[in-house]
């Protein structure tokens, strides 16, 4: 199990080149494993955690203007986000793999819901810039080192 510190600054520094900043935000990948990022730039229930699982293991949170990134092994992945009307996210992750989610949060009928959709590396870059913040994703004893960050393990194949 792992802690969730959320709103935590961001350490890139300021008018850094979009695509550089996505890249400085990629951590480093441990061999046969893929990253995953969910980026939140929106400002809609600023406040509001939006729990993310992989197959159905918690990963992560956003609020708004935050991301969280995660390890995942390759294989198949079931993404969701609290709320996702329009179910479940799916990737067949590959080795040393990068992956760029938008989690889009609006309201509907009083309940709010958050959406993911893929995006290429270049919206990446520009959906990270009005991200202020990075949700630190901390193991226990560990101080949120790249590589003590929990793997997501990928679905089996029947």
């Known amino acids: 199990m792992f802690a969730l510190l959320l709103a935590m600054p961001a350490c890139e520094p ?38 993310l699982r992989d197959n159905g293991r918690l990963v992560g949170a956003t609020r708004g203007g ?9 294989g198949d992945h079931q993404l969701t986000s609290i709320d ?5 996210t799916w990737l067949e992750a590959r080795a040393n793999g990068r992956y760029w989610l938008h989690q889009e949060v609006s309201e509907l009928g009083g309940r709010l819901h958050a959406h993911l959709d893929w995006v290429e590396e270049s919206a990446a870059a520009e959906l990270i810039d009005e991200c202020d913040e990075r949700v630190r994703v901390a193991v226990p004893g560990h101080d949120d080192e790249p590589y003590s960050l929990s793997i997501a393990p990928a679905k089996a194949r029947r």
Request: overall charge neutral; hydrophobic content about 40%.
């Open 14 to 51: 300021a008018g850094e080149p979009n695509v550089a900043r996505v890249r400085s935000v990629a951590s480093p990948i441990a061999r046969g494993l893929a990253q995953i990022c969910v980026m939140r730039p929106g400002t809609l229930a600023r406040d509001v955690s939006m729990e």
């Open 66 to 74: 935050t991301y969280v990134c995660w390890l995942a092994a390759t």
């Open 84 to 88: 996702d009307d329009t179910g479940p």
